[in-house]
Nanobody
Framework: QVHLLESGGGLVQAGGSLRLSCAASAGTFSNYAIVWFRQAPGNELEFLAGISQRGLHTYFTDSVKGRFTISRDNAKNLVFLEMNRLKPEDTAVYYC????????????????WGQGTQVTVSS
């Protein structure tokens, strides 16, 4: 199993950028596809982006395509979510999760979850 910890959240103005990090400990990081979900108040968890084990394949939901990028550094056990042109509707708690397939959008497809990091975008 792998332990995941998100960082990099904060308060940013609309149009700004943030880079979130997902750090892994324990387990073999390169065995896991890593994805990002977010949850806004009153909403369900929403799949955002995923990256395959070696970083060869990436996936994005339509609402972030072209604004967010995902990358990983297996040597450092890190995955990054670069978020650009942020909007107030991007305000949420952002979670990284690990599993076998990177392109699945269901919560139940991922076994390992971090505790989340808050992103707040002011208008």
């Amino acid at each position: 199993q792998v332990h995941l910890l998100e960082s990099g959240g904060g308060l940013v103005q609309a149009g700004g950028s943030l880079r979130l990090s997902c750090a892994a400990s324990a387990g073999t990081f390169s065995n896991y596809a890593i994805v990002w979900f977010r949850q806004a108040p009153g909403n369900e968890l929403e799949f955002l982006a995923g990256i395959s084990q070696r970083g060869l394949h990436t996936y994005f939901t339509d609402s972030v395509k072209g604004r967010f990028t995902i990358s990983r550094d297996n040597a450092k056990n890190l995955v990054f979510l670069e978020m650009n042109r942020l909007k107030p509707e991007d305000t949420a708690v952002y979670y990284c999760a690990g599993g076998i397939l990177a392109g699945r959008s269901r919560v139940q497809d991922y076994d390992y979850w971090g505790q989340g990091t808050q992103v707040t975008v002011s208008s």
